[in-house]
């Protein structure tokens, strides 16, 4: 039931993950290079920059995901008093 409460949540959190990690990751990549970072399919640009490129973006995407999940999380267990999902649980014990 909380899942289904947290569906809105989490389409914000979408949206809001793919347009703070792109322009993010424009900025960041103002800072290293004139140019726009390669794209792997053109042939621009060497193989460690296309890499390189690539994995900083990734990075950044993936940090931006986990900081406006857990934002949105905690938003959501203020209001509703419940968090989207539960602990995982540690089978080692």
Excluded: C
């Amino acid at each position: 039931m909380v899942k289904i409460i947290y569906k809105p949540f989490a389409i914000i959190a979408g949206i809001l993950t793919k347009r703070l990690s792109r322009t993010l990751f424009k900025n960041v990549w103002a800072q290293i290079d004139d140019e726009p970072p390669p794209m792997p399919g053109t042939g621009q640009k060497g193989m460690v920059t296309l890499v390189g490129a690539q994995a900083l973006e990734g990075a950044i995407m993936f940090g931006t995901a986990a900081w406006v999940n857990r934002t949105m999380a905690r938003l959501f267990h203020h209001l509703v008093g419940a968090w989207p999902e539960k602990p995982a649980v540690d089978e080692d014990v």
